[in-house]
């Protein structure tokens, strides 16, 4: 709200701070949260590569005198059912967490880039009928479709994330349509035409790089969904399936023990909290700065 | 009539939604693992003649196109097929089912209004002070969080360490609705006359509704919030302060009166947003509806089920959604589609 913006009107609450000095220091923090979230999320990336730098425990050991201990210094997150250590399930759960959401991105993105561009570039018959399919996917539930179809398919984290790809691809297709409709009206493509250029050159070369940002931006975006979805797919019984140290399947089995053993279903829960905690955030900057009119609500 | 036009194309879509929906849901659920005959003969100690016998019963030796005109006749006809395990018709299922699953989502949706809307409002008239300082955090923290682990949180809370609230279920243990006229147990309750019932009712529905209400909780506010600095931005929110209205008037009555659509819409499309939260909400709560009943049958595979399930929800969604746009095509007269 700059002094010279005399057409904006003043709202209610626009009068002058109570406390600048306290609102100028505070402001030197406002971007803690990204930060630290970047920083989780490169720790939780160093947990997937390399698990054994956070732990030296084993998450398929089974201990029977160590059963359902509280936390301690030996099991920072305590013990679950069979004496396996949650901390370390829960460091090696960093990787399937990662691999199946990032997995599930990257194929809808593919998929639905793909359908997006084609409809975008073909006729406009060809170009209805495919995004009338595309509304169709997208009429659909997402959660709910992913059961049927992760029950067809049967359990396991790849039918899992095949299940929740039948739908997530749609979205990207109608981003990435829309996309190609704009650009393919800028000059660079009709000169591409004038100087000869086949189609699919023309589509690869000249469309998809100038069409692809705001597909990526929406992904990232979708990053943290994914991962809650895919969790509570596994907390359904239909993700991973133990002994795989996953956290949705953590916090189902977990559930068992809810009342007596309150550590075991809460570790997990909150690892899958913060992590899609920190891909919001992390995607809400990203949006941020490739979208220069969503400056103001910031 | 634009409206009657608009109005019968909208349903028209909607038919070939369905369609799409029961061609997709059919060919899904035919593929399930297992051999629905031989669970339906009852497993696998069945002879070869009775598992041949239940496959012609079932239409299941018939080619697929031949099952599907077969599938899509019977549910025309309210024929929905019987559970394998429990040899149940699904219809019945779905009636006993269907209400407490209402309930809850009109609850929580409800919940999520009346504490959203005016979160929005407020965090946009005082846009920037700590209040809306506070909003953005709240918002992403709802968006992030598992809804069942939420759930789980709730019950150690307020059942596991405080004893304030029921870990699940509808009613207590030993309590019975008299009569069931909607199947709404608080609205049975209250028309039967029993403030006791109603209590226990709603005693059980806190937890459940709260945890489901913050899936919905921060995309109200968020809309309602961004729309809301919207409209105050308009120049007619200068004319009505230049008049030298009260800021209130001019916030309830001029802005806030001009984002009421956007704001019934996002509400209807939260109703259909929320449907995979209840899912998972009823297994949490062992609340008796339709998530629940869904979940047990996943367990089973039984498949009929699932299939009437699927496309029960979702013809519930694609239908919620038609109803958000004619109600906005009603509520605004300028709307031409």
Partial sequence: MSEADWSAPLPLAARPHAWPWLRARLSAFRAAPQLLSLLFLLLLVAASLAPTLFTAEDPYAVQPLQRLRPPSTAHPFGTDEMGRDLWARIIYGARITLASSLSLIALAVVTGGIVGLVAGSASRRVDELIMRTTDLFLSFPRLILALAVAAALGRGMTNAVLAFAVLWWAQYARVMRSQVLVVREREFVTAAQALGCRRLRLIFRHLLPNCVTPVLVRATLDLGLAILLLSSLSFLGLGVQPPTPDWGAMVAVGRRYLLGYWWYPTFPGLAIFATVLAFNLVGERIKDLLDPRQGLSA | ?337
């Fill in chain 2, 1 to 337: 009539m634009k409206l009657a036009a608009y109005l019968a194309r909208r349903l028209g879509s909607l038919v070939l939604v369905l369609l799409g929906m029961s061609v997709i849901v059919f060919l899904l659920l035919r593929s399930l693992p297992g051999d629905p005959a031989v669970m339906a003969a009852g497993g696998a100690d069945a002879t070869a003649e009775a598992i041949a016998k239940v496959r012609e019963e079932m239409g299941l030796d018939e080619p697929l196109v031949v099952q599907y005109t077969l599938f899509v006749r019977n549910l025309l006809r309210g024929d929905l097929g019987r559970s394998i395990v429990t040899r149940r018709e699904v219809l019945e299922d779905l009636k006993a089912f269907l209400p407490a699953t209402v309930e809850l989502a009109v609850a929580s949706v409800f919940l999520a209004c009346l504490v959203g809307i005016p979160m929005g409002v407020l965090s946009a008239v005082y846009r920037g002070r700590w209040l809306d300082a506070l909003f953005k955090p709240l918002s992403v923290f709802a968006a992030s969080m598992p809804v069942y682990w939420l759930g789980l949180m709730a019950i150690l809370m307020f059942y596991g360490l405080l004893g304030w609230l029921p870990a699940g279920g509808r009613l207590s243990a030993g309590n019975v609705m008299p009569v069931q006229v909607t199947g709404l147990f608080t609205v049975d309750a209250l028309l039967t006359g029993r403030p006791d019932l109603l209590w226990d009712a709603l005693r059980h529905l806190a937890l459940p509704a709260v945890v489901l209400s913050g899936i919905s909780l921060g995309n109200i506010a968020n809309l309602t919030r961004a729309t809301m600095l919207e409209a105050l931005a308009e120049p007619f929110i200068v004319t009505a302060r230049s008049k030298g209205l009260p800021e209130a008037a001019v916030v309830m009555r001029h802005a806030f009166r001009n984002i009421t659509m956007p704001v019934v819409t996002v509400v209807g499309l939260q109703l259909g947003q929320l449907m995979g939260g209840v899912v998972l909400t009823e297994t949490i709560f062992s609340w008796p509806g339709l998530g629940l009943y869904a979940v047990s049958a996943l367990d089973n595979f039984d498949y009929p089920i699932l299939m009437v399930f699927t496309l029960v929800y979702s013809a519930l969604y694609a239908g919620i959604n038609i109803l958000v746009d004619l109600l906005c095509a009603l509520l605004n007269p300028q709307l031409s589609v």
